[in-house]
């Protein structure tokens, strides 16, 4: 029988101009989108710096109704490799930043006293973070921001551990949320503390966590305490390369006396080799072979790669588990900022 043409039915042909998106791809573009919503932010209100703006954006994007089952679903792989691999990337670059002409130039006293507020705050943090009983390696992953350089110490230290990413993002929240509310206490405490703007940028440089935060508080010293600040920074962020060689010889050696030690490939190497990048930059750096304006490219390019990377690490944040441990970390949290406030400061008192 004969078909009318009221009955035969014309099916456009669809035609794909783009392939899908699959594999790292819809991550890595939202992680491009959350940078530069970050940049945005840090314009529209330049005390919020980028990196913090970044992670702040990233856990927000993980618990909006909107965004939230695209970033626990098809983004989380591409979201997940920016917080791992570009972050790797982001910390070799780090090391332009670095001179052992800057360190050295510190003297041996304020050298001393940054060592020992190190220690007391890696100590103290990781005994106090076992004893409330936080899981996994947060405790050691908090210890790790609070003495070094924050979230970028934490990425480097979890890289070494084989840590969750859970936990990694537990204490990038945490560490971000105390970095960012140094920014408004610690100029309030200057004066009541007796702190000269020299001394103001020596105490900062030695108790903020983040690089970013570092500078937004010190700025309110002046221009002598910004540049203090940043020098005994440096020098803190210096010690990252030692304290992740030695995380990765205890994380083998966990491995051995559980029985689990991985195989020859699978090994964390005694020296990660984005740790040796990091050294090298430094090295090359201190040569004087580079112009200024490669370090500025440099130094604009490691930001970009750090806030990708932290936007991805928030984007792994869930707040109902955070709450149900909340008390305990933000305990450690407190008790952390106490310490290294409190030994950084003495420091600053015994060597100025």
Known sequence: M???????????????ILPPLGGDAPGLLLAVLGVAAAIAVHQAVPAVPKLTAAVVLGIAAAHLPGLRPVVRGVARPG??????????????????????????????ATVAMVLTVVGATFAGTLWLGRRLGLPGDQPLLVATGYSICGASAIGAVSQAAG???????????????????????????????????????????????????????????????????????????????????????????????????????KRPPLLPLFVAGFLAMIVLRTTGV???????????????????????????VHLPTMVRTGGRIALLGLGSWLVVAGVSYAGVLITT
């Open 2 to 16: 004969a078909l009318t043409l009221r009955d035969r039915r014309v099916r456009p042909v669809r035609t794909r």
């Open 79 to 108: 979201l997940s490799m920016a917080g791992k691999r570009l972050m790797r990337i982001g910390i070799v670059l780090l090391g332009l930043k670095l001179s052992l002409d800057d360190v050295l130039g510190l003297g041996w």
């Open 163 to 265: 840590s969750e990413e859970e936990d990694v993002a537990a204490s990038v929240a945490l560490v971000t949320l105390c970095g960012t509310l140094a920014i408004a206490v610690l100029p309030l405490l200057q004066q009541p503390l007796g702190l000269d703007p020299g001394g103001f940028g020596r105490w900062v440089g030695a108790s903020v966590h983040d690089v970013g935060q570092v500078v937004a508080t010190a700025q309110t010293g002046g221009a002598g305490a910004l540049r203090e600040a940043v020098l005994v920074k440096l020098m803190r962020v210096v010690l990252l390369a030692p304290l992740v060689a030695g995380v990765a010889v205890a994380a083998r050696r966990s491995h051995r006396r559980a029985g689990t030690e991985p195989t020859a490939g």
């Open 290 to 316: 580079l112009p200024e304006r490669a370090l500025t490219l440099a130094g604009d390019t490691q930001e970009l790669l750090l806030a990708a990377a932290l936007f991805g690490l928030g984007s792994a």
